[in-house]
């Protein structure tokens, strides 16, 4: 009998089986293989429980929390190129519902089966303070090797202190050389001033460059940081002429006999808050804060960032002040919270001891707390995040150009990573072409 023309069915080689799926086997035979195992199973349950459960809880309302020292990442533009790919790690990981929860449980379990903090925070006090962890120590000559890229998140340091370790992975691996931010600076200062403006530039220091006592012997990136630290106030000062808050919080430090930062959080407290105020204005108009009278407030509290950040439920207990600027009048009002757009401080009429003048603030998360303060110092100030500018400029720009003179607060570690967005030459062109269609003059 001949095969038709028309029958397809494959031929099958002498000697040879027909092609069968390894788990259509029979068991007894030694390359069967089933198609769900039981650790396939184990591992897809897994799977859909740690992707299922944050989902349904965001059904029900539940919402990702901030538990680090940084706003939760947005989703990443599409029109970014391979950056959407990137972005979309960093993105997943801050959105993801109950993580907090997450984090605590990590160092709840470390702590009490292994006695120890979590490797992500901790360093090892028995080898001097050590980083543990698959990253080593920076050299102690950082001139002979690259420093070391650690991404630990807190320092734990001595007494209960916590410290950002983003202040030395700042400043021992930047974007662009520190050259290049203070050229930066120098650009956006004669950009406003071209028109007619004054600019004041005031750096809130990191916690680390103003109580660097509680820091353990060693830490990653120290050696380097140190060094950068002198070079970039050196220079932050004399070229870019920022306000130098260092030697005053000191000094303020000494005299209320506490330091002006949390000890776990990264921020500094209403010390440092008001004394970046009498900054300002003294920059501003020497002389003006001498009829200023301040007073204890009231004590507030509330969650400390590096505390979250490693696990930790501490709180800041923070104490307030009221401050008459005329010596007799309390004018200070309620600490902001947001300055994603643009918020106006000040109490009319204006008394002795106050700018009278339009003053813009541009900050970051060290402005909040001063808010409390500016309508005590400024009859007419707006103040504005500064974090917004590169991708929507506009309610920046528009704030710059209501004003007078245009102070910009800015955090060390932001500064030294060459990452502040108002540094960016895009930016500064699109600041210079604001505030030249509106002169002052």
Wanted: proline share 10%; hydrophobic share 40%; aromatic share 8%.
């Amino acid at each position: 009998m001949t095969r038709s023309e028309h029958d397809t069915a494959p031929e099958v080689p002498t000697g040879e089986l027909p092609p069968i799926h390894e788990s259509l086997l029979p068991r007894e035979h030694v390359l069967h293989r089933p198609r769900h195992g039981g650790r396939q199973r184990t591992a897809l349950t897994c799977a859909l429980v740690f992707f299922l459960v944050p989902a349904l809880a965001f059904v029900l309302g539940v919402r990702p929390q901030d538990v680090e020292n940084h706003r939760l990442a947005a989703f990443p533009s599409p029109g970014a190129g391979w950056g959407f790919f990137t972005g979309l790690s960093n993105w997943a990981t801050d959105n993801l519902p109950l993580r907090q929860f997450g984090v605590r449980a990590e160092t709840a379990v470390s702590n009490s089966l292994f006695g120890e903090p979590p490797a992500f925070s901790r360093t090892d006090r028995q080898n001097g303070g050590t980083p543990v962890g698959p990253i080593g120590p920076v050299p102690t000559q950082p001139s002979q090797q690259p420093p070391t890229a650690d991404y630990s998140q807190v320092i734990v340091g001595s007494n209960g202190w916590l410290y950002y370790a983003q202040d030395m992975i700042a400043k021992c691996l930047p974007s662009q050389p520190l050259a290049t931010t203070i050229g930066e600076l120098v650009a956006l200062r004669t950009a406003i001033e071209a028109s007619g403006r004054s600019m004041v530039l005031v750096v809130a220091p990191d916690k680390s460059t103003v109580v660097p006592q509680y820091l353990p012997a060693s830490y990653p990136n120290k050696a380097c940081a140190d060094q950068v630290t002198n070079q970039f106030w050196s220079a932050v000062t004399s070229t870019a002429g920022a306000i130098d808050l260092r030697a005053g919080l000191s000094s303020l430090a000494a005299t209320n006999h506490r330091p002006a930062y949390y000890a776990a959080d990264t921020h500094w407290s209403d010390d440092g808050a008001l004394y970046l105020v009498r900054a300002i204005a003294e920059a501003i108009s020497p002389g003006v804060t001498r009829t200023w009278r301040s007073g204890p407030a009231g004590v507030l509290s509330g969650p400390a960032d590096l505390s979250r950040m490693v696990g930790g439920t501490l709180t800041d207990r923070d104490q307030t002040y009221q401050l008459s600027p005329d010596g007799v009048a309390d004018r200070t009002g309620r600490a902001d919270t947001d300055l994603n757009q643009p918020t106006h401080f000040g109490s009319p009429p204006p008394t002795t001891g106050m700018i009278t003048s339009p003053v813009a603030v541009l900050g970051d998360s060290f402005l909040l707390p001063a808010t409390r303060y500016l309508p005590a110092a400024f009859g007419d100030a707006t103040a504005i995040d500064y974090g917004g500018v590169a991708s929507a400029p506009g309610p920046v720009i528009s704030t710059m150009v209501s004003a007078r003179t245009i102070v910009i607060e800015v955090v060390e570690r932001n500064l030294t990573a060459g990452t502040a967005p108002f540094l960016q030459p895009q930016v500064i062109a699109a600041v210079r072409a604001g505030l030249a269609s509106h002169p002052v003059r």
